[in-house]
Structures are given as C-alpha cells and as structure tokens.
C-alpha cells in the first residue's frame, strides 16, 4: 500500500505539469492565431479601402479627360483632387505593404509578438494628415463656388431687370423725349421734374440704360457658362464632403484598434475583451452612421434633375454617379463592419476561455 501511494505521488505531479504546460502552449498558440487575425482584418480593410480609392481616381481621370480644353479652370480643380486621391492611394499601398509583412512574419513565426500598436497610431496620423489636406480643398472650392453663385445671382438680377416691363418702359420714355414737340414744357412741369429726379437717383436704371441687345446676348451667354462650372463645383464638393465623412470614421476606427493592438498578443483577456467591446460599440455606431448617410444620399440622388445645358447635364450626372458609388462603398463597408463586429464578438468568447 505504501509502495502504491508513493508511486501515485510521482506520477501525479508529473501529469500536473504535463496538462500545465499543454495549457500554456494552448494559450500561447490562441494569442499568435489572434495576432494573425487581427493582421489579416487589417490588411483585408487596407485591401478594400485602396479599391474604393482606385475607383474614384479612374472616375476622377475620365472626367479629367473630357474637360482637358476646358479654358475655365475646371481641368486644375479636377487635377488637384485628383493628386491627393493618388497621394492616399500611395499611402494606402505602403500601409498595407507594412501590414502584410507583419503578416508574414507571423505566419513565419509561432513565437507570436509581431503585431504592434504604433502601425495603427501611425494610420491615425496619416488619416489625420489626409483629412486637413482634403479639408483645405474643399475649402477652396467652396469658395470658388460661393463666388460663382454671387456672379450667377448679379447677372440674373440684371437680366430680370432689363427684361422688365418698368425698365423698358423708362428706357422708351428716354428715346423718345428728342421727339416730343413739348419737351421743355413737361420737363418743367413740377411731376415730370420730381419723376427726372428720382431716376437719376436710380443707379440700377443708370447702370443699363445704355445696354445692347448684344451685352444681354452676352450676359445669358456668361450665366450659361457659370451655370455649368457651378455645377462642376457642386460635383467636386459632393465629392470632397463625402470622402471626409469617410476618412472621419477611419481615423476613430484606427485609434480604438490601436487600443487593442496592445494587449492582443499578450496575456491579457480582461483587456482583451474591453478593447474588443469597444471596436463592437465603435463599428455599430460606424454602421448606424452609415446607414443615415446612404439615407442621405439617396434623397440628393432623387433632387438631382438632369435639365439644362449639355454640359449642365453632363456635371448632373456625374453627380449622379458620384452619388451612386459612394452609395455602394457605405452599403459594402456596413456589411464589412457588420462581419467585423461578429468576429470580435468570438474573441470576447475565447478570451474568457483563457480565464477558466
């Protein structure tokens, strides 16, 4: 009986150590499978993020194309998004080239620790820094914008003005007074004198009482072409506003998987799963976010009546279609988001298996 007790004891601690050190190599093979996880999101959202750019820029480039001789500046305004979407793109390839090697050497190694926190700070920074470039632009073009609309809004003024019964009428009474045979009696009549007075206090009346038909020609000819590079403004800017609002969410996404880049290689599951809770209530308000912006965009879609110029038409549909892809990025990037807070929520669960 002795003989078996000490034998018992021998083996029990041998096997106690045994499943110890199987629980560890266990552990330690959950936390390099999370960190290639957590990678392979990364590079995927890089993946998907460079594609939406790429597309923007072959629509940038077509329009760019048609407006080539175009003499009134758009071909600039076209040009200069266009450089900062190829400056995001090149930046988006060398992140995820960044990211797919720490992929690799994940893969390479079983050691694990090859996910590092200041890649997703570093994505921060440079959303941040392609957010005030972008701010920069739009702010320009806003301003250019609101300038056409006060040239647009002048002529239209003066062209309601000359084409008004009141104008044409004193403009007559003008021309016709080296015709009247009483002339000097009604100019000295107190009514006719008080009636001189007030239209030489009338600026407007002044300003084109000598106007041609030639000038008005010219004028609808001006408001024409205004109508249509202002539409060219309201096409870039629906284009620049809706990129902010996106890299507006990448940048918050990236600080909260920063947060979780520090603690997913390493034996933390209470950390773990705060920082996987906080990427869940962060995609979700992602996905509400989005979901009231693909709302918004379909009821500017439904205001956009392609009437005017052909030219005119042309800008209306290309907003259209700016409408319609970004429309279709946000629907996909939900359905992304949706999947992403799913796979979070299993490493909440595995995380708590590491406690037991």
């Known amino acids: 009986m002795i003989l078996i007790l000490a034998v018992m004891g021998a083996v029990m601690p041998a096997a106690s150590a045994a499943e110890t050190s199987g629980r560890v190599d266990e552990l330690a093979k959950r936390r390099v499978e999370r960190e290639r996880q957590f990678l392979y999101r990364a590079v995927e959202e890089l993946n998907k993020s460079q594609g939406y750019v790429n597309e923007t820029i072959r629509s940038l480039e077509k329009d760019q194309r048609r407006d080539i001789v175009d003499p009134s500046g758009r071909e600039k ?21 960044d990211f797919e090697a720490d992929l690799s050497a994940a893969y390479a190694d079983d050691r694990g620790g090859v996910v590092r926190a200041d890649r997703c700070y570093a994505m921060v920074a440079g959303y941040a820094k392609l957010g005030a470039q972008l701010d920069e632009l739009v702010v320009h073009l806003d301003k250019l914008n609101d300038r056409t609309l006060q040239r647009m809004a002048l002529l239209r003024d003066a062209l309601a003005y000359v084409s008004s019964a009141a104008f044409i009428e004193e403009r007559n009474k003008d021309r016709d007074k080296d015709q009247e045979k009483d002339k000097e009696k009604k100019q000295n009549e107190p009514g006719r004198e008080q009636g001189k007075r007030k239209k030489e206090k009338d600026d407007l009346y002044e300003r084109y009482k000598n106007i041609t038909d030639i000038d008005i020609a010219m004028m609808q000819l001006e408001l024409k072409s205004l109508d249509e590079l202002q539409k060219h403004f309201v096409v870039l800017l629906a284009q620049g506003r809706m990129e902010q609002a996106w890299i507006g969410r990448k940048t918050l996404d990236y600080e909260a998987l920063g947060q979780l880049a520090r603690y997913v290689g390493r034996d933390a599951p209470d950390a773990i799963e705060e920082a996987c809770n906080r990427m869940i209530k962060l995609y979700e308000t992602d996905i509400a976010y989005f979901k009231g912006k693909v709302e918004d965009l379909s009821r500017a879609r439904a205001r956009v009546v392609p009437v005017g110029s052909l030219k005119t038409i042309d800008r209306l549909e290309e907003l259209s279609d700016n409408y319609d892809d970004m429309k279709s990025r946000y629907e996909h990037h939900i359905a992304w988001l949706s999947e992403q807070a799913g796979a979070y929520r299993a490493d909440i669960i595995e995380a708590r298996k590491e406690r037991q």
């Open 77 to 97: 305004d076209i040009a200069d998004l266009l450089e900062w979407y190829r400056t995001y793109a090149d930046w988006l390839a060398g992140s995820m080239a």
